[in-house]
């Protein structure tokens, strides 16, 4: 065989995205994954219990869903089937009753307009602004920064729902837009516990639009999953790669960027083996580890040096997965079971975790998110029981032997308790994954941390991952980064790696003009 076009490193779903591309371009490529199974964050097992399947790391993917690339890839012929839970995300109260979510919009609001008047009349408000300018918003956020065509088209749909109101709700924190708006406080809930997946706190700018991108996403598209288990979205990814030509291969770590002249020409790998590209290397991997790492500090500026020592990462993580024989026996049960559950008693309560975690302590009492996947997909679990889990952050840096974290699994158990008194008698499996476990598994997740690297303001868009880069392109010529390092950030949405893809394409068009099948999706 020839030497490839692109190397591609790393086989998480950025790289995978990527790759798809490229072959779709016309160009050879091989992808180098350094664990035995694709997907990187995007994987599921048995291992919990052989009759139950668990997602090892992410879940859902409203993200995914939404996003123009994936969408034209067309997996469902690849075997991708998605499936939805009864609702999308709820919260119980302490006293009894839920903040709920559901698909249908109208349900959504009536629920919310019955514990307090006027709450569900701004919602649907909300849902008329989304239906005018989401669609919009997605493909500005998804793009290369700046996203100009996507941000030029919506100019006229800002103008016409609600212009600087509109503007004001994406910058506004959470905690402000909340109380603004509403009245009530399962709308408040509802967007703090979808802020709250990313790590802006609930008072700083950024955290509202996080928040509004999700739950509007849930109410348009749902939260939705593979069929069969996270990894099934990987395999898709994998047999339409191969189906177009690409080359994977699995259990090949690359120790180091081969670069001559001040360009990327291949990679080398821990066997030794120096795999050539002849036009590109994308790396799917964190930004620590590409910069100083697979490239040598002597190959790189001294000014990304010093601005790399200012790189901050997201928090830390742990996940807890549960093989249930029964559903979670709330207390008081939902009105419809929702897939994704938020446990948290107010807004303030997030800030709160999150300025006990920057203190270096265990929350006292952790933000979880849950997941009950067989409530959304019946193949994972058998019938009549549930493949349940929940994460928490924690502080980055903690020692984590076998107890500490069955401890933290032990309270994270007492927290849902409190909902779910019987929870215990159910449990016939239980996985604690502490942050060393959950990098053991995706070498991207570095102590735990999943969304590759801080989504406050100060390192996003232009800052991401560090000031002045903003953008696939690397200081070395024909190296791109192609992970959640990069813009727009952590989330299962392919962005990054389409990114990657379309900055390769266009350097070499630029360096090597000629026909290519490339078409933008």
């Given at each position: 065989?020839?030497?490839?076009?692109?190397?591609?490193?790393?086989?998480?779903?950025?790289?995978?995205?990527?790759?798809?591309?490229?072959?779709?371009?016309?160009?050879?490529?091989?992808?180098?994954?350094?664990?035995?199974?694709?997907?990187?964050?995007?994987?599921?097992?048995?291992?919990?219990?052989?009759?139950?399947?668990?997602?090892?790391?992410?879940?859902?993917?409203?993200?995914?869903?939404?996003?123009?690339?994936?969408?034209?890839?067309?997996?469902?012929?690849?075997?991708?089937?998605?499936?939805?839970?009864?609702?999308?995300?709820?919260?119980?109260?302490?006293?009894?009753?839920?903040?709920?979510?559901?698909?249908?919009?109208?349900?959504?609001?009536?629920?919310?307009?019955?514990?307090?008047?006027?709450?569900?009349?701004?919602?649907?408000?909300?849902?008329?602004?989304?239906?005018?300018?989401?669609?919009?918003?997605?493909?500005?956020?998804?793009?290369?920064?700046?996203?100009?065509?996507?941000?030029?088209?919506?100019?006229?749909?800002?103008?016409?729902?609600?212009?600087?109101?509109?503007?004001?709700?994406?910058?506004?924190?959470?905690?402000?837009?909340?109380?603004?708006?509403?009245?009530?406080?399962?709308?408040?809930?509802?967007?703090?516990?979808?802020?709250?997946?990313?790590?802006?706190?609930?008072?700083?700018?950024?955290?509202?639009?996080?928040?509004?991108?999700?739950?509007?996403?849930?109410?348009?598209?749902?939260?939705?999953?593979?069929?069969?288990?996270?990894?099934?979205?990987?395999?898709?990814?994998?047999?339409?790669?191969?189906?177009?030509?690409?080359?994977?291969?699995?259990?090949?770590?690359?120790?180091?960027?081969?670069?001559?002249?001040?360009?990327a020409v291949g990679v080398r790998t821990s066997t030794d083996e120096t795999v050539p590209a002849r036009r590109a290397v994308l790396a799917d991997v964190s930004a620590p580890a590409l910069y100083g790492g697979l490239v040598g500090?002597?190959?790189?500026?001294?000014?990304?040096?010093?601005?790399?020592?200012?790189?901050?990462?997201?928090?830390?993580?742990?996940?807890?997965?549960?093989?249930?024989?029964?559903?979670?026996?709330?207390?008081?049960?939902?009105?419809?079971?929702?897939?994704?559950?938020?446990?948290?008693?107010?807004?303030?309560?997030?800030?709160?975790?999150?300025?006990?975690?920057?203190?270096?302590?265990?929350?006292?009492?952790?933000?979880?998110?849950?997941?009950?996947?067989?409530?959304?997909d019946a193949s994972r679990a058998p019938t009549g029981g549930e493949s349940l889990w929940a994460y928490t952050h924690v502080p980055r840096g903690r020692s984590w032997g076998a107890r500490a974290g069955e401890h933290l699994a032990?309270?994270?158990?007492?927290?849902?308790?409190?909902?779910?008194?019987?929870?215990?008698?159910?449990?016939?499996?239980?996985?604690?994954?502490?942050?060393?476990?959950?990098?053991?598994?995706?070498?991207?997740?570095?102590?735990?941390?999943?969304?590759?690297?801080?989504?406050?303001?100060?390192?996003?868009?232009?800052?991401?991952?560090?000031?002045?880069?903003?953008?696939?392109?690397?200081?070395?010529?024909?190296?791109?980064?192609?992970?959640?390092?990069?813009?727009?950030?952590?989330?299962?949405?392919?962005?990054?790696?389409?990114?990657?893809?379309?900055?390769?394409?266009?350097?070499?068009?630029?360096?090597?003009?000629?026909?290519?099948?490339?078409?933008?999706?």
């Amino acid at each position: 065989m020839s030497s490839p076009d692109a190397v591609v490193v790393g086989a998480g779903p950025n790289g995978l995205v990527a790759a798809n591309l490229l072959v779709d371009a016309g160009w050879d490529v091989v992808v180098l994954e350094a664990q035995p199974e694709p997907g990187g964050a995007v994987h599921s097992d048995r291992s919990v219990h052989p009759a139950y399947v668990h997602d090892t790391f992410s879940s859902f993917y409203p993200l995914a869903a939404a996003s123009p690339v994936i969408r034209g890839f067309d997996l469902e012929s690849y075997g991708l089937v998605w499936e939805h839970a009864p609702a999308v995300v709820g919260t119980p109260y302490a006293e009894g009753g839920w903040a709920m979510l559901h698909r249908d919009r109208e349900r959504t609001a009536d629920e919310m307009e019955r514990q307090h008047a006027g709450d569900g009349r701004a919602w649907l408000r909300w849902c008329e602004q989304w239906d005018a300018v989401g669609d919009g918003m997605i493909r500005a956020l998804l793009s290369p920064f700046p996203p100009v065509r996507a941000g030029l088209s919506l100019a006229g749909p800002f103008a016409r729902n609600g212009g600087r109101q509109l503007v004001r709700r994406l910058v506004a924190p959470a905690w402000d837009l909340a109380e603004s708006t509403f009245g009530g406080r399962a709308p408040g809930l509802l967007l703090a516990g979808n802020a709250g997946h990313a790590d802006i706190p609930m008072s700083a700018p950024g955290s509202g639009l996080m928040g509004w991108l999700l739950v509007m996403l849930g109410q348009q598209l749902g939260f939705p999953v593979p069929r069969g288990g996270a990894g099934a979205l990987s395999q898709a990814l994998t047999d339409r790669l191969r189906a177009h030509g690409g080359v994977l291969r699995t259990s090949t770590p690359v120790e180091s960027v081969v670069v001559r002249q001040g360009r990327a020409v291949g990679v080398r790998t821990s066997t030794d083996e120096t795999v050539p590209a002849r036009r590109a290397v994308l790396a799917d991997v964190s930004a620590p580890a590409l910069y100083g790492g697979l490239v040598g500090w002597d190959d790189l500026p001294t000014s990304l040096w010093r601005s790399m020592r200012g790189f901050e990462w997201d928090p830390a993580t742990v996940k807890v997965d549960w093989a249930l024989d029964a559903p979670v026996p709330w207390t008081d049960p939902p009105p419809q079971t929702p897939g994704t559950v938020h446990l948290l008693d107010s807004v303030a309560e997030v800030e709160r975790s999150r300025v006990e975690i920057r203190a270096g302590h265990l929350p006292r009492r952790p933000y979880l998110v849950m997941g009950q996947m067989a409530a959304a997909d019946a193949s994972r679990a058998p019938t009549g029981g549930e493949s349940l889990w929940a994460y928490t952050h924690v502080p980055r840096g903690r020692s984590w032997g076998a107890r500490a974290g069955e401890h933290l699994a032990d309270r994270i158990e007492e927290r849902i308790a409190e909902h779910a008194p019987d929870l215990a008698r159910h449990v016939r499996a239980r996985r604690v994954l502490t942050p060393p476990d959950l990098e053991a598994r995706d070498a991207n997740l570095v102590d735990g941390a999943i969304n590759g690297g801080t989504s406050s303001l100060h390192q996003q868009l232009v800052l991401r991952p560090v000031p002045g880069l903003g953008r696939a392109e690397t200081p070395v010529a024909g190296l791109y980064l192609a992970s959640a390092a990069a813009h727009p950030g952590g989330g299962v949405h392919g962005a990054c790696g389409s990114n990657a893809a379309r900055a390769a394409l266009a350097h070499a068009r630029l360096t090597h003009p000629g026909p290519s099948r490339w078409r933008s999706p």
